[in-house]
């Protein structure tokens, strides 16, 4: 291998040799030694039942190279840990360390999910008081945690919306109403429940359009998908009105609770003619996001639909034999239940660190959660509003919706607005989302960074804003200081490498 | 007016005085004027919640919770079906604990997420050649969800609305498969192995499905089901586990269509359960209509090679009700422990393991059957690391009698088998262990005392 | 604050916000709760006594800010795990993660070492089996772990090598024979214990100076103190030779193992003639150098010399209440022990990731340890061999010292070419030791990493000496890449700063 | 010839062929031809050492050995004496995890190495901080040792030969001191605090030298020793334990001269003795004179702040034996523990956990005194966190009972108090626990069984 060329000026991540694994590979090499077998050696089955030895191509590589090529990889991301990474509607506040560490406690990593119910009494206290607390803090009392992500929460809330209606003899209703605003998740799950997606209007201060909403509710309305707050950032305030409209259509009202962070009590979903709604514990609730997963999305519904819960939910079972506390806690399949929408439990390791981190905070930690996820919000959005338009002029929730049509006016779009804040550190807002914002930034800081932070991100916005009237160039070509510039995403898609493969690049 | 909320917190840094600074900066006089779009009947309704505790208070009570479940990492252990205790070895949890790739967001932002991304290639590139097969994608929730995602991409593949799941697979691959469909103008339904074999497909069938090793641990025939199934015009889909496929034929080679699994056996601790990670793979020319994220490679503006989240107008978040999926937020860090697991073990290492399992797995079935009374692997057909086995006491009383003792017996199953306990065995449980599971078994039999 | 200016090409490092923590406190943060108290609150004392609440200045700082802060600096270090590190007689080896995971089991890292010893039989088992392990490797049986590094080893042996003289009347003994060749901490630990350093000289060919040496043991003579292989990297071809002469002075024969990574299953210091050596765990046994400690530096005895150790030792003893193994381990204070040099028993947590080390290699794996390190200096040595000069021309053990001479002549000392390399994103190797050997670069490239790996290394060296000859600036002000330039140590040292200060820069 | 040794492992990646082409390039043909330097006789006299084990094998062993271990994580424990079971946050482990800090070398190209200076230079700022010293080092091996180099460097400082100690310090410090100083032409002592207080030190003394709280847990007058030690021409030095400094005058506020302790209780977990930190702190005037390494802020050529080590020349590396000290590796990453402690506890954080181990200490001596037979903190001094009690019972049996009801009682100090034992109470000990030794000691003070 030759020595790479090095300008004086090179950076380290010029140097770094990013290779895949199967390219290091040499024969022989390993990172790991197994033990012999210590019982008698069976016969192995038929040849043809069998792999030959040299069918499996993995790596072979010492476990020094192992760890140094996936720390050395660590390092090119963006994240909590590292970044102010203001990212709309995906809640990247900070994670606390305790709850990683409790996840990986022996008593809870390594009990297997079969294992007989007073086997682990421990693993199912803590899901049923995270039931518990999810129900209060939605207004929701019953709950299933089996959803291993928003988007699944979504699906199962709408197969008990159909259940529901089912079993009141409406099947025949399979209309979503759904305001143009909302996440793709929100359609798509629609679909999977075999509905067909209406899309409602949102009127020009970012609100439900009441009346469009008044007109397309009917009796073939299954249920009305309303992200609260919005994907705009905003409260609903006709939502009692626009509850009251779909139950008066017959339909039920399913919320989107991804922005649940907002609303933590400042007002219960349940108490505002929700019926249904999930909420993403990898964002209100700081579960790591883990570069894409995994998460949780626990499913809420009023007591009048608990019997059509998924399984399981766990319950608190009087017993004779349970102990001093007299009872025992159990999986449950409840009566109508959807049934099993994944293969276990639950996303356990992630329930574990969503209920740590509701007890380090508790009622009164939790509501200030949400306070100050607004309070940094609106100040952020209170400080750039002269320099970048506002999707909505008015008091935002937890993130604000900037519009960089002036920027686009001046040639430079928001995409790369949001790539030259990668070159300052920062990470990009969410872009191009939501869908009827033109050239939409969606700023996010959550309530864990400090107003030092906010005032930085502010600045460097402000002095971004500078550049492209002074150095249009250096926007447009941004980023300049990542371990790759602008990748060609197009090429990407349309031959796509999907795979190592032998021949290489 | 003041808040109920608390005034400053390790996780919420904000005091008093900053809020005051910054209330007045948005030029509102309280935290009120903020929510005003919230009904006010409604407004603060309080949370009937414990009051915060300290991190050593909360790190007390759930070592206190962790205690009191019966660890399966500090005694023998002979559980599987679906959830398997392998070695984990310790690369694994030193790159899990790199806060880069823990807190960091789907990767959005290619230029600043080349680490998730590269790793989730590695991670494809592994699935694929376990598999045998021409592409993975970057996982999905669990391998049930993988098993009925698959069902579903069967249907639009092939344009046919029956899903038909051979009756050997397990009985919680059915229900996911069922709830993934239930609206979807698809049906689910059972097929005999000797129908399939028979050729007795109807010619509306989407594909034909199954699981090998099946749900009771034995081999099916791969290769002669996809062959039945495309005959019928249907595809195959295949649900397996991975380190099986250290040893036998991969589903790439017995010319199946989509093959998917449960990931977690490949370096992911039981956890109750999940966090899993479902393998989803399939042939090159059905990619655009795969579920999940994908990754590619392709080049930056300097030719530097980088990767990125690509084919995403599959996806919800561009192609909205007409998605392949509604899969947003997935299972990427699961996915890195799988790709360092392969790393880890290379070639040689998955083979070792398989190989382990199988002979420490046909130890014991040796084992039992030299009990009184005891019968293993009764069908006699080929198994990896589980096998069935039925004894002289009913399987409830077995487990009670082994938990007196301190081991995890196997899955009672007698509502499929009469009698029948499901024992799974892998390279991480000792000759000793599994020594004293016989002795007990042998007691237990004996009526002998706990 | 302001926003930093970003020019096109600055890199994110440039970007860092480097502030110490008491610049970014802010009265109120802070980064954990605590609880209140459980018991009754009781009287404290005379205020006089106690501290005013104002008087602790230490940072307020959220957790998130905790956390990102050191994360940030984590990555501005060479390490290990994420570059070679070619540091001569440091042995940068790889660090298996195992060993750091065993030494965090709860069992381990919760003891208390005032336990009784019935309490912490797992603890002590590790300790005898180390002593065991150690005594075997190094062919010197009797073993004390208590000794928290390599130069507190020295000591220790120092002091062992003092007793034992003063046991046979011998307390006049009063010299300590030391090559020019060895580390600092010889000399410094030969006058810690009150002994008059004599200089031995190194011969053209790297040996010591045969004839030097007989001149200088006479009946002043405690100890000869011997690195083996030297600092050079060498094997004292006539070591039976010079031990006599030491022995037959009436001295005792002190072998500094800091380099026994090159010696293991090769041969044993016992065999040879060395009466006291130790080891240090943090090279030749792979415990992480942590950024300069904790290391542990075990000392190895002679039988004969064994009741002078320091306390404690860890001994087997027969028990009638022992349960079925019939013993039990417990510590013991040697009869004539030198006494307690720390605290407690040693750096148990390195002793643990050492045995858990020696394990994984056994006896075999131990061997291929010394042998691979030793190929792979020779094969850097023989690769570098045209380009630089040779400390001595020679076959190498662990490590090769190459002299930039040439390279100096030409007008760039080693110091530059040491900089030079972390551009490249290798450390540089130990300079200017021995200090015997002009312009000394000294590469130890251990036996952990692949022949990849060296290869990338040395046909890096011949790009930097190229560039010595075609653009020596570059060289000269490197290192160019990194989050620092060159560092002004004089000032440091003139005008020391050395905590943060209210009115700090 | 082939070696003894095993082709290739996952931390020895050469495999044979690839050590057939390097040998080859170095031009031998095998390998013995590179140790020809060791005398024949005794040229690979192999090693009576098990086999290589595998990763599985040697993780169960250990834990197996941990498992066998008491450990006071999981039961109630009252010992200190030295080592502090205090609570540590969740910060220290996450950042201890980075390899970065933990894989690399002490930074001599501090271009390379600005992780570890910078966190040094927290370290020494945070240590100052807390003993109201003006400057510390970057560490010391552990308490002892620093405390025994105190005294050294006040025989340097004062050109004077004998360190007086005063009799309330742990024997540990004694015995330390005196194997530091053996062969230095130096002596240590022990002298009464009445002598002291009475002015009554020899004019010879380098140092008095007094540990507070003392090794009884009581709080020495630090500033009346100060004064006498000053008023005799000798420096003072104290040790201390840097948890009670959250609440009581710091040695910078007695003017002590130079102030050492056990890092231990800020953050590092109790480990079995080790490894620990020693902290070290002094007035600025002695900085040439301070054992150990040092961190310094500096500027780099383009002016940015940066750190490095500084004032080296005291040091083995440059000025060999007339070094301040031998020390070389010292204890860097235990520092970066103390360092996250100090800034994730904050001012507030460390008054806290003081205030709450004196709350807690006192609650039990209370509850003691409460009981028949049972006398605790007898002398009726100002104490912090530790008190000796006896009772109606020898201490050993005492401990013996406690052990067996699952408890980790006090320290045995019989042969410094009579029937003394030295309890000490942290914030780690819940009101439940202290009732239940409570219990526990008047049960078994009653002579009531086990
Ligand atoms: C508003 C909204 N709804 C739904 C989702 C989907 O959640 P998940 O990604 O967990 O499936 C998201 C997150 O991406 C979201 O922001
Ligand atoms: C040859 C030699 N001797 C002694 C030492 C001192 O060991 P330690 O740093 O553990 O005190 C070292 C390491 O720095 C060394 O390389």
């Known amino acids: 291998m030759n020595a790479p060329s090095v300008s004086p000026n090179s950076s380290i991540a010029d140097m770094q040799d990013r290779r895949l694994l199967m390219d290091r590979s040499v024969p022989g090499h390993h990172a790991v030694a197994l033990p012999e077998p210590d019982v008698p050696v069976s016969d192995l089955p038929d040849a043809d039942l069998l792999r030959d030895v040299g069918d499996l191509q993995l790596p072979e590589v010492d476990q020094l190279e192992v760890i140094r090529y996936f720390t050395l990889l660590s390092r090119l991301n963006f994240s909590i840990d590292t970044n102010f990474y203001p990212l709309g509607s995906c809640t990247m506040k900070y994670n606390p360390k305790l709850n990683d560490q409790m996840a990986s406690l022996g008593g809870f990593a390594n009990i297997h999910p079969l294992q007989d119910d007073v086997a682990v009494q421990g693993a199912l206290e803590v899901m049923h008081e995270l039931q518990k607390w999810l129900g209060e803090a939605t207004g929701l009392p019953a709950v299933s945690l089996a959803p291993l992500a928003g988007a699944q929460g979504e699906y199962a809330g709408l197969l008990i919306a159909r259940a529901a209606l089912e079993a009141r003899g409406e099947s025949h209703r399979n209309v979503a109403l759904i305001p143009d605003s909302a996440h793709g998740t929100n359609p798509a799950s629609a679909a999977m429940a075999g509905l067909d997606v209406v899309v409602v209007k949102t009127d020009e201060f970012g609100n439900v359009d009441v009346e469009d909403l008044r007109e397309k509710a009917d009796d073939k309305t299954c249920v009305f998908m309303l992200t609260i707050p919005s994907t705009l950032g905003l409260f609903e305030p006709n939502i009692i009105e626009i509850n009251q409209i779909i139950h008066d259509a017959g339909g039920l009202v399913y919320a989107d609770g991804a922005n649940l962070n907002a609303l933590l009590g400042l007002v219960k979903l349940g108490d505002v003619g929700v019926d249904i709604c999930h909420s993403n514990l990898h964002k209100t609730f700081s579960t790591p996001h883990g570069g894409g997963g995994p998460g949780a999305g626990p499913v809420m519904v009023t007591r009048r639909l608990a019997s059509f819960l998924p399984d399981p939910v766990v319950v608190q079972a009087r017993s004779s034999d349970a102990g001093p506390r007299g009872y025992r806690y159990r999986l449950y399949r409840p009566i109508e239940s959807i049934g099993k929408i994944n293969g276990f439990h639950g996303s356990f390791s992630i329930l574990v660190r969503a209920y740590t981190y509701m007890q380090s905070l508790g009622g009164d930690g939790l509501r200030s959660v949400s306070e100050n996820a607004v309070i940094n919000a609106n100040y952020i959005q209170a400080q750039l509003r002269d320099r970048f338009d506002l999707a909505v002029d008015r008091i935002c929730m937890h993130e604000t919706v900037l519009s960089g049509k002036r920027q686009a006016d001046r040639g430079v779009p928001a995409l790369n607005i949001a790539k030259r804040l990668l070159d300052y550190g920062i990470h990009a807002p969410t872009m191009y989302f939501p869908l009827i914002v033109p050239e939409a930034l969606m700023v996010e800081p959550t309530e864990t960074e400090s107003k030092e932070t906010l005032d930085r991100f502010i600045s460097v916005m402000q002095a971004i804003d500078d550049e492209i009237s002074s150095e249009p160039e250096t926007v447009l070509n941004a980023p300049h200081s990542l371990p790759v510039s602008r990748l060609d995403e197009a090429t990407a898609a349309r031959r796509p490498v999907l795979r190592w493969q032998p021949d290489g690049d | ?450």
Not at chain 2, 100 to 109: C, D, K, L, R
Not at chain 2, 209 to 233: K, M, V, Y
Not at chain 2, 246 to 252: D, R, T
Not at chain 2, 278 to 286: D, I, N, S, Y
């Open chain 2, 1 to 450: 007016m003041s808040s109920n909320g608390i005034s400053a917190h390790p996780f919420i840094p904000n005091t008093p005085s900053e809020r005051e600074q910054m209330l007045a900066t948005i030029g509102v006089e309280n935290f009120d004027a903020l929510i005003t779009d919230i009904p006010e009947d409604h407004r603060n309704p309080g949370l009937d919640l414990p009051a915060s505790a300290s991190e050593l208070e909360v790190a007390a009570r759930m070592q206190a919770l962790a205690a009191i479940n019966q660890d399966a990492g500090s005694r023998p252990s002979f559980l599987g079906a679906g959830a398997y205790r392998h070695f984990i070895p310790s690369t694994v949890g030193a790159v899990l604990q790199r806060g880069e790739f823990v807190t960091s967001y789907t990767p959005y932002q290619p230029e600043g997420a080349q680490g998730t991304l590269q790793t989730g290639f590695e991670f494809q590139s592994a699935v694929a050649q376990i598999f045998g097969m021409e592409v993975a994608n970057a996982g999905m929730y669990d391998g049930p969800t993988a098993f009925a995602e698959a069902g579903l991409m069967a249907a639009r593949v092939s344009r046919r609305n029956r899903i038909l799941i051979l009756d050997s697979a397990d009985r919680r691959l059915f229900e996911v498969a069922d709830a993934y469909s239930r609206y979807q103008q698809v049906t689910v339904e059972s097929i005999g192995l000797d129908k399939v074999l028979d050729g007795d497909i109807p010619d509306d069938a989407a594909c034909i499905a199954f699981q090998s090793p099946n749900f009771l641990g034995e081999i099916e025939d791969a290769r002669a089901i996809s062959d039945a199934a495309h005959a019928a015009g249907a595809l195959s889909v295949m649900h397996t586990y991975p380190i099986a496929l250290g040893m036998f034929k991969a589903p790439g080679q017995c010319d199946v269509d989509i093959a998917t699994s449960e990931g977690q056996p490949l370096g992911v601790p039981l956890t109750f359960g999940g966090a899993y990670v479902g393998l989803f793979t399939a042939k090159q020319r059905f990619i655009r209509q795969l579920p999940g994220r994908i990754i590619g490679e392709t080049a930056d503006t300097n030719g530097r090679t980088g990767y990125t989240l690509t084919l995403q107008t599959r996806e919800q978040h561009i192609r909205r009700e007409r998605a392949t999926s509604n899969i947003c937020t997935s299972t990427q860090l699961i996915g890195l422990m799988v790709a360092v697991y392969c790393a880890t073990m290379g070639p040689s290492g998955l083979r070792k393991v398989a190989e382990l399992s199988y002979h420490k797995a046909h130890y014991l079935a040796d084992q039992i059957n030299g009990l009184d009374g005891w019968d293993a692997n009764p069908n006699g057909r080929v198994f990896f690391n589980e096998f069935v086995a039925t004894g002289p006491v009913g399987p409830s009383e077995i487990n009670r009698q082994l938990a007196e003792r301190g081991i995890i017996g196997g899955l009672d199953i007698a509502d499929v088998v009469p009698g029948g306990m499901l024992f799974c065995v892998t390279e991480m449980n000792s000759r000793h262990d599994i020594d004293r599971l016989v002795n007990a078994l042998a007691e237990i039999g004996k009526g002998g005392a706990a």
